[in-house]
């Protein structure tokens, strides 16, 4: 799946010494950046869009640098961040915003195919399905996207959108970094989906996803008894620190648990593996643009609430 999500880049990119040594230099750049963006708030006309296609710019620009051994390594986790790119093109499809399509286009880097599809001028389920059918393989999986799609919305489709990729994810052959990154991720995800089961009092075992530290099968236990503390316990054990109370919100768990990948991918920055320390900046470069989206939006928010799901 990743091969078909993610445009080829021919060139071989700069020496790894010197990818690393600008990679901090822009690390230092986006401190000062988020500095200055809390002192004097974001400028004028900043949307949500606005704000991703100056994220993408980042992953377009190491994968651009790295060479060829380099790019294939931390592709797997910059391949995850383009499936936003996907559902925000699609979402602007839905009401016509065909300008704000192209300009994310021109940051992205999705593959040629899906660059069509979210590019002309059809309807939803039309795109929809192009996509389906450069992502999906022509086995017992196939159609699934497209169900997803026809059955919930775009909001069915970008889940299952990225199960399938994190299933991929899973069964790759992926290097120690990598691997540490999306068991860290998958295990997020998946306590937020027993968070929002337990909530609104659903239940479905088959909503987990193997690949986290986590057993599924401990997951779908709780999920099964209706058991907040063992979710309080696990948070505790994930995080590395008290739970909030068991009626705390979804945002908070889940700036909680941002904070906890957050940690992690610094940890492997610190290793001095050229392949953590880009995975830690692209890392930082996401939380840049989560943060700047939660402050464009929050607007209900005082001081002491903004302060709670801001990510560290």
Not at 173 to 193: G, H, Q, Y
Request: charge should be positive; aromatic fraction near 6%.
């Amino acid at each position: 799946m990743l091969s078909e999500l993610l445009r080829d880049i021919a060139s071989d990119g700069y020496p790894t010494d010197y990818l690393l040594a600008r990679v901090r230099a822009r690390r230092a750049v986006l401190t000062a950046e988020w500095s200055a963006i809390r002192a004097r708030g974001l400028p004028p006309g900043v949307t949500d869009d606005v704000i991703w296609e100056r994220f993408l710019r980042e992953p377009g620009w190491l994968r651009s640098q790295a060479n060829r051994r380099l790019r294939a390594s931390v592709d797997p986790m910059l391949g995850l961040f383009e499936l936003k790119t996907v559902v925000l093109c699609l979402r602007n499809k839905a009401v016509q915003r065909n300008a704000e399509i192209a300009r994310l286009l021109a940051a992205s880097q999705v593959a040629d195919a899906l660059r069509t599809a979210l590019s002309q001028r059809t309807d939803v389920p039309t795109a929809v399905a192009a996509i389906a059918f450069a992502l999906e393989p022509a086995d017992g999986g196939a159609g699934s996207l497209r169900r997803a799609y026809a059955e919930t919305g775009l909001k069915g489709f970008e889940t299952r959108l990225t199960r399938n990729y994190l299933g991929r994810m899973n069964d790759a052959r992926l290097c120690p970094p990598v691997r540490e990154f999306f068991a860290s991720f998958i295990d997020l995800r998946n306590l937020m989906t027993l968070y929002k089961q337990l909530r609104w009092e659903i239940a479905d075992a088959e909503a987990f996803l193997p690949g986290g530290t986590i057993d599924v099968p401990r997951l779908q236990r709780i999920g099964a008894d209706k058991d907040m503390a063992s979710l309080d316990l696990l948070v505790r054990e994930i995080a590395g620190r008290a739970a909030p109370p068991l009626a705390m919100a979804e945002g908070s768990l889940e700036t909680i648990l941002l904070g906890r990948l957050s940690r992690r991918t610094r940890n492997l920055s610190r290793d001095e593996d050229p392949v953590g320390t880009v995975l830690d900046y692209a890392w930082r470069v996401y939380i840049h643009a989560r943060n700047q989206s939660l402050l464009l939006h929050a607007a209900h928010l005082d001081a002491a609430g903004l302060e709670k799901e801001l990510v560290a």
